[in-house]
């Protein structure tokens, strides 16, 4: 593909005259227009701005902002707030600052501008997600946040469409659907520019999705090139930009009729662009289905890597699989951090990677060499790495077709997930939060493609029902934040956290590092010890990261509250001590010294009553009610029948008392504007009830576990 290649050009222009063309900023949402690959390449010449999701295509997140700083850190206080709102907790999104206008996104994939240093709302983008996406994707109906190119905001929705709008006013300008959410496609991840493409990647491994990703023309949002990241079947010609690579390296690694289960390796999250080297790199997710003797044998090429392609024409140039043959849902979308180290007296340009497997890897970014790799948590699924950086791996975790249950460490959420972590240069640390939570996972031995709900090839077996055990597993679960030596593979420190599933993280040229938590606090620490310099209580959990931003001369902090994602969903509870959540109102918080606003008061707990009718179904049928909770609803509204404090918790609900609303919700889809579709496709009349027979005998034990603490 010949075309001109303008930002490449500048470039070029860039590298001789040794500075950056002056633009002039307009301040507001016209400032936008400037935002082009020069700008992004220097990103460290408008320090106040933050223009692509990482802040620049390293993706490093450490911002040379230096006015609040270690020494009066303890001054700053709320600037302003924004209530989000729109229906749901979720928030993930990295806000981009241009021109001193904010863009966020928030769930259910709007996106919203705000004047920066004030709050005030410029306008809002709501794209009319269909509610029934919800129940096609894995994790909460989230999103991480928009990219901007000449004046233009790109977002990638829920129900799978890239849509371009105008900066200055919110409308779209262009849409294209790049994949279909009722095939279980979904997008959560950002989009990133280069060279006048978007290129946005999908999600859906748990449903049976084959990955890939696409480049955009950002100008008119014609399709440029596709790279599929795992094979379709054979014969069956793509016409993409993998079509040579899959049948030369990949189709070879898989076996049997693995296409029927889509193979997965979804590109779900973020990506980083090496201008030097012009090489984007991308992660790909975990198998489809999860369960490998069902999915095929062999090493799938390419699940749970990381690839370096061409940016103009999507062409391979390497890859590296950390888990060949994944079978825990490890993925190797997290975040990739692009930096130069000096490793034993050689400066080497290296990718840095914290995947949800628990270890963390030093790769050469120019070929893909591995270089290092130690686990960064507790980790039982391997026993090490080879000199090359394959695992070797334990037969501990392993699990098969029979149903037998086998603990595996780190667990489906992972040790780290998509939570941006930073890299400040100045200390040499790479600051994420690290969860330590196990997973038990039980093949199943009947595997058919269902239409709704999860294709994991996996059983979700529910906790025990004794408080006491629980009480044991909880103990199992901690979160940490974690500075870690990517030179010598070693924390420098480490600050325990009380839950897992915590924020996303920025470190600043002030010598910090900010992060919220799973407990709602949102916290500063040095960065070169962990000591905790400032905090304030937000009322609700954080798993955004944060980013600093300048406006006139002034400093700010902003962070999305609002908890949610795969942990909450399906095991919030078990991690927090308190009902933190049951408040969980999603906000904007922006933080600057002397910033005197109040925070704002928590909502009123909700007076919740425990009120289920009397056990009356034998042990048979709550048997099958607790096998189709955990296999269809446990995702949404929390294991054996516990909410997260994300969704309703099923064991307060009025329907619960009354069956025939109980079939109105669960087969005729009485809740489907609110996301809640119906499963009749799914689920005989008979199972719908044995369900609801379930959820009433865990009711029953819950209230008979007052005195003690309920499960
Ligand atoms: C993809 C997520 C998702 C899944 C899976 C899911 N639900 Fe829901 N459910 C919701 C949402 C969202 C609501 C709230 C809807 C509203 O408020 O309008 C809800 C509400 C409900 C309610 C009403 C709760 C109340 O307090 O009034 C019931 C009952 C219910 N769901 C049952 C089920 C059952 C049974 C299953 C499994 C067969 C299930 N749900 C699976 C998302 C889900």
Redesign the pocket.
Known sequence: MSRIRPAAMSLGLLLALGHAPAVVAIPGPGAAAAVDGARIIHADQHPGEWLTYGRTYSEQRFSPLAQINDRNVGRLGLAWYYDIGGGRRVQESTPLVVGGVMYLTTAWSRVIALDAATGKQLWVFHPHVPRSA??HGCCGVANRGVAIWRGRVYVGTYDGRLIALSAKTGKPLWSVRTADYTKGYTITGAPIVVQGRVIIGNGGGEFGTRGYITAYDARTGREDWRFYTVPGKPGVADHAASDRVLDRIARPTWHGRYWKFGGGGNVWDSMAYDPKLDLLYVGTGNGAPWNGTVRSPGANLFITSILALRPQTGEYVWHFQEVPDDIWDYDADQQMILADLNLHGTVRRVLMQAPKDGIFYVLDRATGRFLSGKPYTQINWARGLTSRGKPIESRKALYDVTGKPTLAMPGAAGGHNWQPMSYDPATGLVYFPVSAMAFTYAGARRVTMRKLGWNTGDDFIALPENPQAVAQIRKTLTGSLVAWNPVTQRAAWRVALGAPWNGGVVSTAGDLVFEGDAMGRFCAYRATDGKRLWSVETHTGIVAPPITYEVDGQQYVAVEIGWGGAFALAAGQLALDSQINEGNVPRMLVFTLGGAKAMPPPPPRPHLTLDPPPITAGAATIALGEA??QS??S???GDSAVSGGV??D?R????LANPGL?RR??SGGL?R????VS?ATE?SPRE?GA?REYVISRANQTKGQRATRPY
């Open positions: 919800d129940a189709r909770y269809f609803c995702v949404c509204h969704l309703p099923l307060y609900a009025p329907a109980w919700i669960v809740l504007s609110g996301g809640m499963f689920l719908s369900i």
